[in-house]
């Protein structure tokens, strides 16, 4: 699930509109979450302010792969959150090892029941 859609999919795929997911589409759950800004060169381009990824709707195995295609494709500047049914300290390791310098680690809540991260993409 990505920024609260349920009808995306794991392969970038929305059921809904059945087509390539992409936030700032008529018709997307998430389309007023979406806000398009002008670029320098004078072109449109869009700013996610936040991806939001609740980890405890999914396999343990597929977490971490989840988070780095979303990771990936966000803009320097954006953010991700994360929401996890235990303390991701293995994922802030991976993060350190891969992407050290590259992004800003925040817990917004520390459990006791749920663990909410937010990373930001330097």
């Known amino acids: 699930?990505?920024?609260?859609?349920?009808h995306y999919d794991m392969q970038n795929y929305c059921r809904r509109l059945q087509r390539t997911c992409n936030p700032a589409t008529?018709?997307?759950?998430?389309?007023?979450?979406?806000?398009k800004l002008k670029s320098?060169?004078?072109g449109?381009?869009?700013?996610?302010?936040?991806?939001t990824?609740?980890?405890r709707l999914l396999p343990p195995q597929e977490r971490h792969a989840k988070i780095f295609q979303i990771w990936n494709n966000l803009e320097p500047g954006n953010s991700m959150k994360i929401i996890n049914d235990h303390d991701p300290k293995p994922l802030r390791?991976?993060?350190e090892a891969?992407?050290?310098?590259?992004?800003?680690?925040?817990?917004?809540?520390e459990g006791p029941v749920d663990w909410i991260v937010n990373i930001r993409r330097t």
């Open 44 to 51: 449109e381009h869009m700013s996610i302010k936040m991806e």
């Open 40 to 42: 320098k060169t004078g």
């Open 53 to 55: 990824l609740d980890l």
């Open 98 to 109: 891969e992407q050290k310098g590259k992004f800003q680690w925040e817990y917004e809540q």
């Open 26 to 35: 008529k018709g997307c759950v998430l389309e007023n979450k979406v806000r």
């Open 93 to 95: 390791y991976q993060f």
């Open 1 to 6: 699930m990505i920024g609260g859609c349920p």
